[in-house]
């Protein structure tokens, strides 16, 4: 998420990496892998789409992760995909994020958790804010499970 002077704008530096893009399940079943959701005591479908082997492993919502040897074996890999853009005086913000922090809280969230702080240019208190603010969507939103909300929030100053 970039912010350029006062207006705030989403742009995409990379994307998910899930197994339902068409691509990376491409990968995944041409290395032996399946692509199923978990399925719970009954047989039912629940959560999202995920990479397993023959068995009940690894499990993965995921179609890229770094040192899973379970995964490799069926196509999980860990190189990134690169965006380059080229940053102009006007930006202010950029926050970079996990799933963790974009799972539940919309770019309307994360904007007005972060746009009191930048004027002052107090970039600590803007990180607590949208930690605290995505650690509650999770409270909320998802019986008892919270993913890692890891994030790099950038001022810029000129």
């Known amino acids: 998420m970039l912010s350029r002077t006062n207006k705030w704008f989403l742009k995409n530096l990379s994307r998910d990496h899930k197994p339902d893009c068409q ?13 199923d959701p978990y399925k719970d005591q009954n047989g039912q479908a629940c959560g999202p789409l995920r990479v397993w082997n023959n068995g009940n492993v690894p499990g993965l919502a995921m179609t890229r992760s770094i040192g899973d040897q379970i995964a490799k ?19 202010r913000v950029i926050l970079l994020g996990s799933d963790g922090v974009f799972e ?6 994360i904007l007005d958790s972060v746009t009191p702080h930048v004027d002052r240019m107090d970039v600590e208190s803007a990180c607590n804010h949208l930690l605290e603010m995505a650690h509650i969507s999770w409270v909320q939103r998802s019986n008892k499970v919270i993913d890692d909300i890891t994030f790099i929030l950038i001022f810029m100053q000129y």
């Open 23 to 35: 691509d990376e399940a491409e990968r995944i079943i041409n290395n032996g892998g399946r692509i």
């Open 104 to 109: 539940f809280l919309s770019q309307q969230d």
């Open 73 to 91: 074996s069926v196509g999980v890999i860990e190189k990134p995909e690169i965006f380059n853009f080229v940053l102009e005086k006007m930006d």
